[in-house]
């Protein structure tokens, strides 16, 4: 810091004139920068890692949004078999889920705006897709078709979220 300072002073004094002003300035500019860029790596030195602080104080607590909200209101991991895997679903159990056929039909739910099935690439071999339809008939609300790479029924396992 002390050499930029006499640095600075040096190129104030060799500007004694006011016509050597501008000349001053471009050149007191320059003595700056190659003093500051030759001093930079030194001031880049990160420094010890203080004390965490406090934990602060939990935030207020959220309202649960309207039918149009964009939220996952209900949502269930499905195997092949028909078995709903309750540690990775909420809102949809067991009892909301029959196998019939190559059709999973969910009866007892709510009224959902939209659902979103996803194949379960780990649970179900081949080439498969799923399709999602609610209230659709009569004797289930909410259903899900799996399809092979021929375009046939068949099961897989699937995830389904309810919005």
Known sequence: MNNLLIALGV?????SSPSD???????????????????????????????Q???????????KGS???PGIEMYAHVLENGTVVP???YGITQGHLELRGNRYCFTGLPY?????VTMDVFES?????????RRNATDC???????????????????????
């Open 125 to 133: 071999t081949g080439n498969k897709t799923a399709k999602f339809s």
């Open 112 to 116: 959902v705006n939209v659902g979103q």
């Open 67 to 69: 039918l149009g909200s």
């Open 53 to 63: 602080g406090p934990i602060g104080p939990a935030g207020p607590v959220g309202v």
């Open 21 to 51: 002003a501008a000349l001053s300035k471009k050149a007191i500019r320059k003595i700056v920068n190659k003093e500051i860029t030759k001093r930079a790596p030194a001031l880049r030195v990160v420094g010890p890692i203080g004390p």
């Open 11 to 15: 190129a104030l004094a060799v500007a």
């Open 141 to 163: 609300e909410i259903f899900v078709q799996i399809f092979d790479g021929a375009n046939r029924l068949t099961t897989g396992g699937f995830y389904l979220m309810l919005y």
């Open 87 to 89: 540690e990775h679903s």
